[in-house]
């Protein structure tokens, strides 16, 4: 962007998060906040208890999105 560039690391999983976190920097930018700044708080963002939670147990990958 014309604001610079940042790599991010997600804590969530499926490629529409990424879209999501794509829309949330456009807002954010829009609103001249800072990018490092916003990218600090994408990074830390964790989804809510029970949405796509991941664990293995032995050799079972469990992904837990029992919200509902």
């Known amino acids: 962007t014309t604001h610079g560039s940042q ?5 969530l999983i499926g490629e529409h ?3 999501n976190a794509v829309c949330v920097l ?3 930018l829009s609103l001249k906040l800072d990018l ?3 990218v600090r708080q994408l990074e830390s963002f964790e989804i809510q208890f029970n ?3 991941i664990f293995q147990k032995q050799d079972w ?3 837990d999105d029992t919200y509902n």
Do not use: D, E, F, T
């Not at 790599?7 to 804590?11: I, P, W, Y």
């Open 51 to 53: 949405r796509g939670r």
């Open 26 to 28: 456009a807002v954010g």
């Open 17 to 19: 998060q990424i879209r």
């Open 61 to 63: 990958l469990i992904i």
């Open 36 to 38: 490092q700044n916003l």
């Open 7 to 11: 790599q991010a690391r997600l804590k």
